[in-house]
C-alpha cells in the first residue's frame, strides 16, 4: 500500500506562484512514478506532470511546460514529490492530486493509477 497526501494549494492572483507538496508513505520502494493531476469543476481529470523514481524522468502536459516543474526528495523515511508553479493563469483552477503508479506511461495517457491523495485547491484569481 502507497499513501499520498497533498498540500500547499491556496488563492493565488493571476501570475504568481505556489508550490504543492506530495508526501507519499508506504511501501515506496517497488518503482512508483508519481504524477500531478488536476480536475477543474465541470471538466474532466487531466495529466498535469509526472516523475518516475528510477531514474528521475519527468514528463509534462504542453498546457504546463516552461511554467510547471515536478522534482522529488527521496530519503529513507519518507519521499516527497513537489510541484513548483509559476506563472499561474486562471484556466490553471483546479483541485490538484497526486498518485502512484508503476506504468508512468499508463498513468499519464489513461489519467488513472494505483493510489491517489485527497487533492488540494488551487484558486487563481484574475
Known amino acids: 500500500q502507497v499513501q499520498l497526501a497533498e498540500s500547499g494549494g491556496g488563492l493565488v492572483q493571476a501570475g504568481g506562484s505556489l508550490r504543492l507538496s506530495c508526501v507519499v508513505s508506504?511501501?515506496?520502494?517497488?518503482?512508483?512514478?508519481v504524477g500531478w493531476f488536476r480536475q477543474a469543476p465541470g471538466k474532466k481529470r487531466e495529466f498535469v506532470a509526472a516523475i518516475s523514481w528510477s531514474g528521475g524522468t519527468t514528463y509534462y502536459a504542453d498546457s504546463v511546460k516552461g511554467r510547471f516543474t515536478v522534482s522529488g526528495d527521496n530519503n529513507k523515511e519518507r519521499n516527497t514529490v513537489y510541484l513548483e508553479m509559476n506563472t499561474l493563469k486562471p484556466e490553471d483552477t483546479a483541485v490538484y492530486y497526486c498518485a502512484a503508479d508503476r506504468d508512468v506511461v499508463t498513468m499519464i495517457t489513461s489519467t488513472s493509477a494505483d493510489y491517489w491523495g485527497r487533492g488540494t485547491q488551487v484558486t487563481v484569481s484574475g
Open positions: 508506504g511501501r515506496t520502494n517497488n518503482g512508483n512514478a
